[in-house]
């Protein structure tokens, strides 16, 4: 990025630090984790002069980014700006708005003869989402140099490029979705005036982002369908950073869990997902096809173990610790249909641990990656990159991921849960010589493209 | 119909006949009611030489239907052969896949999560389907006479088009669809080969029609996105007979239920819905909105009434069941929240009469119609050509209907309750000219179209 003639200002809700009290009660900047985004573009950043716009997330966030206007501070290799909203804002902006209506109209996840419903709880938490995506706009407008790149990171802040517009003509604004994008059908189930601001909002940028050319049309038809004029869109897939990968699988913590998969699993086959527990990843049917697996090829049973990787998520809101539960009474009931004394036919690992989650990844024979829908999916680049056993991946339709690898990957329609055990049983079935060259052709296209490339596109959008 | 120069077949799953044991043990046929496809064509049809084609539905239908293939009977003044399916193929066709699933795709009713789950049962009911659709067009290749124009109504006969074809190469193939139509997105919810099978069926008839070209253009989406090359298409949208309506508004049982209606409601503003208890019908929301309006208008407590013909549906199907209940639960909170001794905010009628539904809609100050999505609506229609209190409509701008009264009636997006409780207000609170206005203009809009016009479509699509 330094040979890049333009600032840059990168503003989105997580960002690469966070703070928090030592013991003499000074406050500490730590390096983050967090998501596909955060740790892709951490390390690019890093070093640079880029300001990172983000929210402060907490109490000991929010002190050190003190009062009045947002301002630059540096730790850790970052110039980080945190915004500090009041916490019932961030809240209503980014769990309300953000997490329970937008990502359900992206990825389709309503229940509708139910949820939404637009009531006034629903325009207050609108009303909150305007003013987090205002403080953002104020952060932008006070902090970015002249004439930079502002590269305004997902859904949450969909709001923010009109009110930065017309204060700052001299920045170039760029939106990236990490989602998948609702088309015209989905994004109906916002109701005017809401949907008209987000299409606006997000056409208020000079160009708009996308993983796929899938999500990229579904944007502009809607932009069409609902009168919005399109502003330039492009697609920018996200990989992983192989070398970043290979230290992780490399580290005594990876190690030490691949040793012990490797004396727990030995002598099966190993089915493996690794996800957050929510309702878009589609656990529920993953266990389901495997359970018919099982019942329809009876020799499976005590030779092939699933092991899911599935850590709780969003239990802030009722629906995902209700699909928690149904998830871990599923695993129950199966493993007291098929279980032996020496067999467990699923595994569930539930705590969030990059490290033994990249040592699982390190040795599948099947990967299983089934979302409804899903912007990217980075778990179904990453696997191929650290796996070691020409594992091979079955890979929802319905993905950004599948753009790429669809065809290598064994493609499955998520919700056709009768299919997703067939290709289970032919993935398992697999030859040696097929399966070697499966996993070298995920290999290489996974690898294909890392977080520098998506960074450049952006950029390159930025200046067209 | 007479004039006609072709011969005419109607085909769909329920007909205009049931038969049922007399006391002696004859069978004797009767004219059942039944919904706006059966009630619209039947006056149109009765005397007439055309074949009505329809699935025997009973133990008492099966037997009048006979063993072997399908025959014509007379009665009533009808020409109907009964189609007899295995109980089993009958329940997983209509049921299954029918109500459980494409009805579902069409309305966009999943709740993504958990249903629908495309598994063994759900294959062995696919099947069903077909033999159900094979069973229909066997009928049509034996009883169709030379050169007929076939007009085969609804989701359920969406396969049987391309087995008849073939064989009667004599035929125009006409079908009617009375739902919305799943665009590419919905669509996207039935995998391949269902999904490609549902489109080819359709694209099988010499045209298609649908209630309006919102629902038109969706198919046509669906055609182009899914590769399948479009048939001829059509709008023609259904509306009731007046004479009919008033000839029921005039009967004994509708007067009497109308004075009963006009004591109890004396000196009130009336609020009134007629629907099956749907999950498309939007039941809870039209509640919670009307909970908004009185808490933030508190004017109108003990001055407006809700009353809410609403009578179960589809109750062997789980979701509906629960969505029965929860309805009663939120009536039943509602009342308890807000009622006092001399007054029930809402009272509910749950059995399913016809006189009395009229007589309601007579006597509406604001009729509420707010699905969150639906073909056409007639209820919507029906409203405006019996009330006689100037009564004027609450509408949801995704309904067929809208694409008719839209302005005249009053618009809501369905998920909007908020936006439903300030409409049902600015409708309550409208002065009597502008009220005497709307109500005119409602009253002629839905009956400028009648089924004779309806079908009168269908039958020029056969023949352009």
Not at 68 to 77: C, K, L, T, W
Not at 215 to 244: I, K, N, Q
Not at 253 to 259: D, G, L, P, T, V
Request: aromatic share 8%; charged share 25%; hydrophobic share 45%.
């Amino acid at each position: 990025m330094g040979a890049q003639a333009r600032p840059v200002v990168v503003v989105s809700n997580r960002g690469p630090l966070s703070f928090r009290r030592d013991a003499d009660g000074s406050l500490v900047a730590r390096r983050g984790g967090g998501g596909g985004l955060v740790s892709g573009l951490a390390p690019l950043v890093s070093g640079t002069d880029t300001i990172w716009i983000a929210s402060a997330l907490s109490d000991d966030d929010r002190a050190a980014a003190g009062a009045g206007p947002a301002r630059v501070v540096q730790a850790e290799g970052f110039r980080v700006a945190l915004v500090a909203h009041e916490p019932d804002v961030l809240r209503m902006a980014y769990d309300v708005i953000g997490n329970a209506v937008l990502w359900f109209v992206h990825h389709g996840l309503f229940e509708l003869a139910r949820r939404p419903r637009y009531d006034r709880a629903f325009r207050t938490a609108w009303a909150a989402f305007d003013r987090y995506n205002q403080s953002f706009a104020d952060a932008v407008v006070e902090l970015a140099p002249h004439g930079a790149v502002v590269l305004v990171q997902d859904y949450h802040l969909s709001l923010c490029a009109p009110k930065v517009r017309d204060r700052r003509p001299d920045l170039s604004l760029v939106h990236f979705a990490h989602t998948p994008f609702a088309g015209p059908e989905l994004l109906g189930l916002l109701p005017d005036p809401y949907r008209h601001e987000l299409l606006r909002g997000l056409a208020a940028n000079d160009a708009c982002g996308f993983h796929t050319d899938r999500w990229r049309r579904r944007f502009t038809d809607s932009c069409r369908s609902y009168g919005v004029a399109e502003p330039r869109t492009f697609v920018a897939s996200l990989g992983p950073d192989p070398a970043d990968l290979a230290a992780v699988a490399g580290s005594e913590a990876s190690r030490q869990w691949r040793h012990r998969f490797g004396e727990r699993f030995a002598g099966q086959q190993l089915i493996v997902r690794v996800d957050r527990i929510e309702l878009s990843k589609n656990i529920l049917r993953g266990f389901w096809a495997y359970e018919e697996l099982l019942e329809r090829w009876p020799e499976f049973q005590g030779r092939v173990c699933f092991c899911a990787s599935i850590y709780p998520s969003r239990e802030g809101l009722a629906e995902y610790l209700a699909y928690r539960q149904e998830v871990e009474h599923l695993v129950a009931r199966i493993n007291g249909r098929f279980g032996t004394a020496g067999w467990t036919p699923v595994v569930i690992e539930t705590s969030d641990d990059f490290a033994r989650s990249v040592a699982l990844l390190g040795c599948y024979d099947v990967l299983l990656v089934n979302p409804v829908s899903d912007g990217m999916n980075l778990v179904a680049k990453e696997g191929p990159l650290v796996n070691d056993r020409d594992g091979v991946v079955v890979l929802s339709t319905e993905t950004g991921a599948w753009e790429e690898l669809g065809g290598v990957a064994y493609g499955v329609h998520p919700l056709d849960v009768s299919a997703t055990a067939e290709v289970l049983a032919e993935a398992l079935r697999l030859e040696p010589a097929a399966r070697r060259d499966r996993a070298a052709r995920l290999r290489e296209i996974a690898g294909s493209r890392g977080p520098a490339d998506w960074l450049a596109d952006q950029l390159a959008a930025a200046s067209r």
